[in-house]
């Protein structure tokens, strides 16, 4: 079984205020935005913003179970069965304030940054048409022959013109040094963050991946504050414990890799059906997204550019040759035997190419790769009978 | 109407007559879904034709990608993969959705010569206009690699004023419908839009040239209710006579690869206003973050003009962008008076009875 971590509770006690904190936003005087998890988040906590992020809220539905309910709602009201389930889950919500928190507060600006995906535009202008208010949508391109200049500058550009006008929103000037710190905090948030992934490098890893899912929740919706920092000091501490103390108990004979966002309906039924097998995926594609900047350099200018650099280089942002470099990178980096890509119908970005991924994968590493078809929060889109027959089939070829 | 033989051939044939290019000294370049400037393409010495996907069996895009991707990008991947495609120098594939995006990949990864333009889909129309100035000197840099060539000024004002007189013959044809639909087949319709974007300009331009003037409505005029119809292309073209069968004349569209490519502002100079002029501008569409607020007052308006009682939401299944906007279109006509209805295509469709019932059944509500 895998071990239950007391920093769990820490972590539900973070985010039951935070979003306690979003709920009460419009008495304390403070205004809300909307926000993609790839969204500069940093210029918004300098203006005392809460962020709230509609991807975390439709993770905690689909975690909780609550995702089906909320996804008929919003099927309902026009929705296709083919959008996002992220979008119906909390397009769902929202016509029911429905979910763990009895959904979100209303926003008083939307901003959707297209280094996740393009869906995240489609779906946040509709919640500005319906909630009738400011949209900023911030181009972050696609990397197709790499990041140069012309794609930095671009970022900076349009974080120039967003500052602004979530400064307008916000009724108060923007205060750069008051986003410098803002922007300290992140950056130490998101190293702490990779430390915590990094220990997975162990074997036996103390921290399961699909568990990281769930310790992510800090670094999305609190990035910029020094909450995360707090939290993963307090969790790299526990982990320490556990790994130096040797008390691991699950034998973990096969080590994989998870490509695309976790099943979060099933994550603990996966996480022990593996633990059972002796097997744990130690790094995913998801979880390390929010390593950010590394150093913050002195002039603003370059903070800026530095900013929109770490923004424009998630995993998801980049071409297929440069994904199987991180992918053969991280086999390496956490020893793993082979990997599962969660075919994902709900992420096209994560999703298209995995075919292809696949066997560019195989042929650069020679480690094998198991697609598992399912929605990360729509059931109707998996069967426990079949993933379950597969990945066990997939981790026999370790016991021969 | 009768379209001239020319016409109808290139709709029946689109690759053939895209692959005569070559012995003009125009390298064919195909252009994927999306918008992109075909005059852009053209100045470079090239032929752009524009590849919607055909209705073969997805043999090998079904081994390339998952069974929930959009069903249009699935038989463009087909194209390729069987070599259907081999014949073209290059693939521009504009970036208007993730499909698209990673489907470069996929193509890239294929091996073939690829062009991924990545559209902006920003707030910020000063600092996208920027952006494109430099995506379109790669772009640039990118069909010099695979032609030879790079557009140049003049090239681009030679090419200017053909593909105008297209963007004139294909809006002169709308206009007729609009004037007289019941003389349109939804075929006959189609495979002129077709083939503006399959044949060399000139050549299109010259066909149409005689067709507004010899047009007569006759006396078909009947019964009939107008509608119009709404979404990515008007894929399978054939079915479209569907709606003539249940007493519906089709006088309008806002089709992705109809009315909505055509009534784009024509690149006029590599200059960055008109660069985000042609890019950034036309009707409002759901692949474009500028003036896309516009688009429920845009269509409730054109409904009016084209006189028609109803819109059809002609939905390829999968496609997010035209997937997202239903709902809150769908509610903006329903308030201007405008009954709709959604049929849910997949690019292999091969029975239509449940579609042609839901048709039948909007037809009497009119």
């Known amino acids: ?400 | 109407m009768n379209l001239p033989k020319v016409i109808v051939d290139a709709a029946s044939r689109p690759y053939a007559v895209a692959a005569e290019s070559r012995k003009k000294g125009r390298a064919p370049i195909a252009v994927l879904p999306g918008y992109f400037p075909a005059e852009l393409v053209a100045a470079a010495g090239a032929h752009p034709f524009r590849v919607w996907g055909g209705r073969a069996a997805t043999v090998n895009a079904d081994a390339a990608l998952q069974a929930y991707i959009c069903s249009m990008a699935k038989s463009v991947l087909e194209d390729v993969l069987d070599g259907t495609l081999d014949f073209a120098a290059g693939f521009l594939v504009p970036s208007v959705c993730d499909t698209m995006q990673n489907l470069s990949d996929v193509i890239a990864a294929s091996g073939r010569k690829v062009f991924c333009f990545r559209f902006p889909r920003s707030s910020f129309p000063d600092e996208a206009g920027v952006w494109l100035r430099d995506e379109v000197a790669r772009f640039s840099r990118w069909m010099k690699s695979a032609t030879g060539r790079e557009p140049s000024g003049e090239a681009l004002a030679y090419e200017t004023d053909r593909y105008s007189a297209v963007k004139t013959a294909v809006l002169e044809l709308y206009a007729l419908r609009r004037e007289c639909p019941q003389a349109f087949t939804g075929r006959g319709f189609y495979d002129a839009v077709f083939a503006a974007q399959t044949m060399d300009p000139g050549a299109f331009a010259d066909a149409m040239s005689g067709c507004a003037a010899n047009f007569k409505c006759g006396d078909a005029a009947g019964a009939g209710r107008r509608v119009m119809v709404s979404g990515t292309a008007p894929i399978p073209p054939e079915f479209l006579d569907v709606f003539a069968e249940h007493g519906l004349w089709l006088a309008d569209d806002d089709f992705m690869a109809g009315r909505r490519l055509f009534s784009r502002p024509i690149l006029e100079s590599l200059g960055p206003k008109d660069l985000a002029q042609a890019f950034l501008g036309g009707v409002p569409c759901p692949s474009n973050t500028f003036g896309h607020d516009k688009r429920p007052g845009y269509l409730a308006d054109l409904a009016k003009e084209a006189g028609a009682a109803g819109v059809v939401f002609w939905q390829t299944k999968a496609c997010e962008n035209e997937a997202f906007d239903l709902p809150w279109i769908d509610a903006a006509l329903r308030g201007n008076g405008l009954k709709t209805l959604l049929v849910e295509t997949e690019q292999k469709m091969r029975t239509f009875e449940t579609a042609a019932a839901r048709i039948a059944a909007f037809a009497e509500s009119l």
């Open chain 1, 1 to 400: 079984m895998p071990v239950k971590l007391q920093a769990q509770d820490e972590l539900k006690s973070l985010m039951a205020a935070y979003y306690l904190e979003a709920k009460n936003a419009s008495y304390n005087g403070k205004k809300v935005a909307w926000v993609s998890s790839g969204a500069p988040v940093e210029f918004l906590y300098a203006l005392d913003y809460v962020p709230i992020y509609p991807e975390n809220y439709a993770a905690m539905c689909g975690a909780s179970k609550q995702s089906p309910a909320l996804i008929a709602e919003a099927e309902a009201a026009g929705y296709l069965p083919d959008l996002c389930s992220y979008a119906r889950c909390d397009i769902g919500a929202d016509i029911v304030q429905g979910g763990p928190v009895m959904g979100l507060p209303d926003p008083d600006l939307i901003v959707a940054g297209t280094n996740i995906c393009t869906t995240i535009i489609k779906w946040f202008q509709q919640v500005a048409y319906r909630k009738k208010k400011p949209f900023v949508a911030i181009e972050m391109p696609y990397l197709t022959t790499g990041l140069g200049k012309s794609e930095a500058d671009f970022v900076v550009a349009q974080f120039r013109r967003f500052r602004d006008v979530a400064a307008e929103v916000a009724g108060v000037p923007f205060d750069e040094d008051r986003f410098v710190e803002v922007v300290k905090l992140s950056a130490e948030g998101s190293r702490l963050w990779g430390e915590v992934l990094d220990i997975a490098r162990r074997s036996p890893a103390p921290l399961s991946a699909l568990d990281a899912f769930i310790h992510i929740a800090p670094i999305v919706t609190l990035r910029g504050t020094e909450k995360p920092i707090e939290y993963y000091k307090t969790l790299l501490s526990e982990l320490e414990t556990l790994s130096r103390g040797g008390l691991i108990a699950d034998a973990q004979h096969t080590r994989l890799l998870w490509d695309n966002l976790p099943i979060w309906f099933r994550l603990r039924r996966m996480s022990e059906f593996l633990a059972f097998r002796g097997a744990i995926v130690v790094a995913s594609t998801y979880t390390n997204s929010w390593a950010a900047i590394k150093e913050i350099p002195r002039k603003l200018d370059d903070i800026y550019e530095a900013l929109a650099r770490a923004y424009l280089e998630p995993y998801i942002n980049r071409n297929f040759p440069d994904r199987v470099k991180i992918l053969s990178q991280m086999a390496s980096d956490f020893s793993a035997h082979g990997m599962i890509m969660h075919s994902n119908r709900s992420c096209k970005p994560y999703s298209i190419g995995q075919y292809m991924l696949k066997g560019m994968f195989t042929k650069e590493t020679g480690k094998p790769v198991l697609i598992l078809d399912a929605d990360m929060t729509d059931p109707r889109a998996y069967s426990d009978e079949q993933a379950e027959g597969r990945i066990e089939a997939f981790l026999e070829q370790w016991f021969q």
